[in-house]
């Protein structure tokens, strides 16, 4: 049945505008149904159809904003018990017992589970499932994984305006603390509203610190005793010392005065080896490295003035920004300054000109971090501007081994304390490099990008396992490097030795030579004062041509000769062969 | 009532064994060898883990039941043999 629906429009009509109008519903078409041609089909029984009884679901996602958790503990004491006893009479309580145990229920159950306790416990004891299997069978070849470093947890500065977190100091036992130096490094930079607050992490709780430190002035740098974990002590952005028992709280327990401080910000501060264990030495960029015993901070117990000169005058002396001392070697310790220049000194000297025993220059900038090899102590790593240095003590002209120079600034580094050949450093633009020395010199064996902004203190815990690192931003990221790079490879320390060694001696010798070319020179210089002025002949262009011409002549001559020694010596080979030919034809014929 | 006592010092005469505690459905001790506030302690943390245990082994499949329950930690194992199953535990229609 075909519909059909005709309309017809004038052809002056086309192209006016739409005159849009309403009008009520018209029936074009009404189809009608026709039971006749349901003969066309068959009905079907029974039918498949598919249902399904499900509810109807949606998705929704929600995150819960953050929410500050505290940890309490509940008592619990005894309960249960129905409401006519008293569980604190004992009367009562027994009179309960005595009637539970008679009831018949309670005898069956008792004996059930006690044959069934007793097959398990005999079982325990017949053999310990569980006992280790495979003890003796070691790890078999560590897999060469590439190394890495995984960011275990972040602890980010409370307070609004975010300071740098300059130095961080682990917890003597165990590691499970932090101490962090908050302080604004920029030349007046801090305003008035910054918190002077630093403070300890507990490494389980990044939400908020265990202990909150009040200086009177923002600390530099902060570290904890070796020998007694309470106790801290910290250098101040105005040059005092303060020192804090963390069972006493957060206010210093004493502070040195102002008089007898450093005058600039105490960028160093190391504890040292005494009997006592309250020893410990400062240093600054005022050049004063001023040495304190904790129970009477009011003034110093020694100063040495950081002039190369060795005079003593404070206003040739160069600012010292890093410290370093090993309790393996009391008497000796090494400062690094803001000229670049590394000062040995001895604090056993007799006068104040000996104690500085030796200087190390190479760096163009301020040294940033200073670190003896824990294995090697002869060797130490100087950390600034923008490369990586490793000296050798004998070797005072130049580093032994040196990084190339980065696109950022170096501003702190440390040795690893499982391998000797590995170290750590950190960069302006926030990258974490490490170095193995024996694998790799020319990159770093790993680069990690921790944060964007720049990183400005380093930190190995003792295990060697984990490392914090503190930004500008007072973000202090824990990361937990991979194992390879924390367990002592095979032939390692006799590698590193050997490596040592080697560089040393290559030093030696360059400036072996140095010194010979020097003093030749200077020979030179001395001798040529005393000569008449020697003429020097300059060669005419014919007798030029006149000598590169019989040069030539001579060459090809040379070659003419050889070419004919070449060829006699075929010949003469060629006879030999026919001779020992025919000889062997004689032979045969016989 | 005397097999119970003898069950009771058969256990605890085996090798090993620190102690024994014998608690109602109810959560009430009963009978322990070890002094009252361990076994207030045992029996409190305890009651919640078998019923936890024994409702995630019937809610996977219903026929089975709870029979043992073993937790070894480093220092000792604690064994637990749970009896019928509580009075108080209904049936819970699930929505």
């Known amino acids: ?120 416990i005999k079982q325990n004891n017949a053999i310990n499932i569980y006992e280790e299997y495979f003890d003796e069978e070691e790890t078999a070849d560590v897999a060469d994984e590439p190394p890495s470093a995984k960011t275990i947890n972040v602890f980010r500065d409370p307070n609004v305006i975010k300071r740098t977190a300059t130095h961080l100091s682990w917890h003597p036992d165990g590691s499970k603390k932090l101490a962090v130096a908050y302080s604004s490094l920029e030349f ?108 009477k901070l009011t003034e110093p117990t020694e100063t040495l003035v950081m002039d190369i000169s060795r005079k003593g005058v404070l206003e040739n002396a160069l600012g010292a920004i890093a410290l370093e001392f090993e309790p393996t070697m009391p008497t000796k310790f090494m400062v690094g300054t803001e000229q670049g220049v590394v000062i040995t000194c001895n604090r056993k000297a007799k006068t104040p000109a000996e104690k500085i025993v030796g200087t190390y220059s190479g760096h163009h900038g301020p040294i940033y971090a200073l670190a003896r090899n824990p294995f090697f102590p002869k060797n130490f790593l100087t950390v600034g ?51 193995d020395f024996l694998f790799k010199q020319n990159n770093p064996s790993l680069s990690v990008k921790v944060c964007d902004e720049p990183l400005f203190s380093l930190r190995l815990q003792d295990n060697g396992r984990f490392i914090g690192c503190g930004s500008k ?36 010798i360059l400036e072996a030579r140095h010194r010979e070319m020097r003093l030749k020179e200077r020979t030179k210089a001395e001798g040529k004062e005393e000569d008449v002025k020697v003429e020097t002949e300059e060669e005419k262009p014919e007798e030029q041509l006149a000598r590169v011409q019989k040069e030539f002549f001579e060459i090809i001559e040379a070659e003419i000769r050889r070419k004919e020694r070449a060829a006699k010596l075929s010949r003469a080979q060629e006879k030999e062969v026919t001779d020992e030919n025919e000889d062997e034809d004689l032979y045969k014929e016989e | 009532m005397a097999e119970v006592e003898e069950t009771l010092k058969r256990i605890q005469s085996q090798k090993g064994v620190q102690g024994i505690i014998v608690v109602n459905s109810e959560g009430i001790p009963i009978k322990s060898t070890v002094d009252n506030s361990t076994t207030v302690q045992y029996a409190g943390l305890m009651h919640s ?21 073993r937790i070894r930690s480093k220092k000792n194992e604690i064994m637990i043999a749970p009896g019928k199953s509580p009075s108080a535990s209904g049936f819970q229609a699930s929505c």
């Open chain 2, 49 to 69: 883990f078998i019923m936890k245990a024994r409702s995630t082994v019937r809610d996977i499949d219903p026929q089975n039941d709870l029979t043992f329950l």
């Open chain 1, 188 to 295: 007046q930079r801090s305003s008035k509203d910054m918190s002077y607050e630093s403070y300890i992490w507990d490494l389980e709780n990044p939400n908020r610190p265990d202990l909150v430190l009040r200086p009177s002035s923002p600390l530099v740098s902060l570290e904890y005793n070796p020998k007694d974990s309470h106790i801290l002590v910290g250098g101040c952005y105005n040059g005092q010392i303060a020192y804090w028992d963390t069972r006493k709280g957060g206010q210093p327990v004493e502070l040195s005065t102002v008089e007898f401080s450093h005058r600039d910000p105490v960028y160093g501060m190391i504890w040292l080896q005494s009997k006592t264990g309250t020893d410990c030495f400062s240093a600054s960029t005022d050049g004063q490295v001023l040495w304190w015993d904790i129970r």
């Open chain 1, 385 to 435: 501007d923008w490369t990586a240095r490793i000296w050798s003590e004998d070797s005072k002209e130049s580093s032994i081994m040196w990084t190339k120079y980065h696109m950022a600034y170096l501003t702190d580094g440390c040795w690893s304390t499982i391998r000797p050949a590995v170290f750590f450093t950190t960069k302006m633009d926030g990258t974490l490099d490490v170095w």
């Open chain 1, 473 to 508: 931003l007072g973000t202090v990221t824990l990361l937990e490097v991979s194992s390879g790079l924390c367990t002592l490879q095979r032939n390692e320390k006799n590698l590193a030795t050997a490596m040592f060694e080697r560089e040393t001696k290559r030093e030696k």
């Open chain 1, 1 to 120: 049945m075909e519909i059909v629906y005709v309309y017809v429009k004038k052809r002056s009509e086309f192209g006016r505008q739409c005159n849009f109008s309403d009008r009520p519903a018209e029936t074009n078409v009404d189809i009608q149904p026709d039971p006749s041609q349901a003969t066309n089909f068959i009905e079907r029984d029974p039918i498949d159809a598919a249902i399904q009884c499900a509810s109807d679901m949606s998705e929704h996602e929600v995150n819960t904003e953050r929410f500050e958790m505290e940890n309490e503990g509940v008592n619990h004491l005894e309960g249960g018990w129905p409401k006519d006893v008293n569980p604190l009479e004992m009367e009562q309580t027994i009179r309960f017992r005595k009637k539970v145990e008679k009831d018949e229920n309670y005898v069956n159950t008792i004996i059930q589970l006690g044959s069934l306790m007793e097959h398990c």
